[in-house]
């Protein structure tokens, strides 16, 4: 059984940072890819960014480019998400999911575990 807890979510202002983790239970934890995704009410799961197994290959939504920052630390069993200069518009839950697939997936059926959320709220 594979468990995912997310937290560092809060409410911060336009223009802030936060950095999310994603601590997992899984064993080995460096056989998973990792991604994030985030959930606004009455809208589709959407990707983030994803991380490979031992963290040398990242990937991202176009919408975070820049701005956001996937890292993993395998001696904690932990991903981080490192959201720079957020926007209103990117206020929702923040999710961690296990990738099950050997490429990168960005689609959520290509996850497997996911974990609970997080809600990120930004105000303007």
């Known amino acids: 059984q594979v468990q995912l807890a997310e937290s560092g979510g809060g409410l911060v202002h336009t223009g802030a940072s936060l950095r999310l983790s994603c601590a997992a239970s899984?064993?080995?934890?460096?056989?998973?890819?990792i991604a994030w995704f985030r959930q606004t009410p009455g809208k589709e799961r959407e990707f983030v960014a994803a991380i490979s197994s031992n963290g040398g290959v990242t990937y991202y939504a176009d919408s975070v480019k820049g701005r956001f920052t996937i890292s993993r630390d395998n001696a904690k069993n932990t991903v981080y998400l490192q959201m720079n200069t957020l926007k209103p518009e990117e206020t929702a839950v923040y999710y961690c999911a296990r990738r099950k697939v050997n490429y990168e997936a960005t689609n959520e059926g290509d996850f497997d575990y996911w974990g609970q959320g997080t809600q990120v709220i930004v105000s303007s």
């Open positions: 899984a064993r080995p934890f460096t056989a998973y890819a």
